[in-house]
């Protein structure tokens, strides 16, 4: 999110409204959503000391996938869906990678919404 303006979190919040669209039963984990209820918003993120922020977003971040991966034994399939430009996100690459770790489909918005 670092580098958008006002840190990606309108095309976060449209990409979560979407998904709901999609499939209202989802469990979505959205990082702009969770930095929302944190009290981070685009005005003030800028003032955050930069990689203690960024430690602390991504330590939650791989928390809340790690926490919603269902056991190996259920039926639930999982799945992250990536902003355009996530090749240029170091945290976007890393979330991904931990998902395929974790067994999680992965796609893109474009992809999903050609579907």
Known sequence: MTGYPEYNFP???QGENFLREV????????PARMDIL??????NA????GLIIRRDC???????IIDNTPDFNVKET???VLMEGY???QGAKIELELCRYLGWDS?????????
């Open 78 to 80: 999982c799945m992250i």
């Open 38 to 43: 944190r009290g981070l918003t685009p005005e």
């Open 23 to 30: 499939n209202p039963d989802a469990y979505i984990i959205n």
């Open 107 to 115: 796609t893109t918005f474009v992809k999903l919404a050609d579907r």
């Open 87 to 89: 090749l240029a996100s």
């Open 58 to 64: 991504m330590r939650r971040d791989m928390m809340a």
């Open 11 to 13: 095309a976060f919040i």
């Open 46 to 49: 800028g003032n955050q000391p």
